[in-house]
Each structure stands twice: as structure tokens, then as C-alpha cells.
Nanobody, 116 residues
């Protein structure tokens, strides 16, 4: 079974940093792009970032540029999201997902709360 498990969320003050991880299993991680999406409270999902299989292409939402960095470790089947200079508006549940064939698989999400 395909599984994605996010971790690394928590509560942090504005200006702080967090590193999210998404550990995967059940598919050949090295072959697939991986995406981070977030859902702020009371709002719809927002696409955050994507990394392709060999890390040659990285893309970010405008709000993430210059503050967030996506990376992956194909030996560990894990994708990361380093988030710096966090703002209260970054508060959300963060999800990773993988599009495999015609299905999109999601993790359970990890809560990030930015508050003083």
C-alpha cells in the first residue's frame, strides 16, 4: 500500500523555522514528483511546492519563494519542506502528495501554527 506520513509540524513564533518531512512507502519514490499542499483554517487548499524525481526542477508558490525550500532524499524515500521566516498566515495543515498513475495519494497532514 502507498503510504505518506508527514511530520515536523508544531507551534512556532513569527520569524521561526520548521522542517517538515514526508516519509513514503509502497511505491518507487525515486520515479515520482512530490508536492506539498497546505490548508489554512477555514480556507481551501493551497499548492506550496513541487519537486521532480531527480531534483532538477523545483517550483514554489509566490508566498513560499525565498522562505521555503523543498528537497528530497531518495535513499530515505522522504521529501522535506524547510520553512523559514514563518508568518502567522503560514498557519495551516501541511500535506504531501504523490501522483502515481491516475491517483493522487495524500498523507494525513501535519499542523503548523505560527503565533506569538
Amino acid at each position: 500500500d502507498v503510504q505518506l506520513v508527514e511530520s515536523g509540524g508544531g507551534m512556532v513564533q513569527p520569524g521561526g523555522s520548521l522542517r517538515l518531512a514526508c516519509e513514503t512507502s509502497g511505491f518507487d519514490f525515486r520515479q515520482y514528483s512530490m508536492t506539498w499542499v497546505r490548508r489554512p483554517p477555514g480556507r481551501g487548499p493551497e499548492w506550496v511546492s513541487i519537486i521532480n524525481a531527480d531534483e532538477s526542477n523545483l517550483f514554489y508558490a509566490e508566498f513560499a519563494k525565498g522562505r521555503f525550500t523543498i528537497s528530497r532524499d531518495n535513499a530515505k524515500n522522504t521529501v522535506y519542506l524547510q520553512m523559514n521566516s514563518l508568518k502567522p498566515e503560514d498557519t495551516a495543515v501541511y500535506y504531501c502528495n504523490a501522483l502515481i498513475a491516475t491517483l493522487t495519494y495524500w498523507g494525513q497532514g501535519t499542523q503548523v501554527t505560527v503565533s506569538s
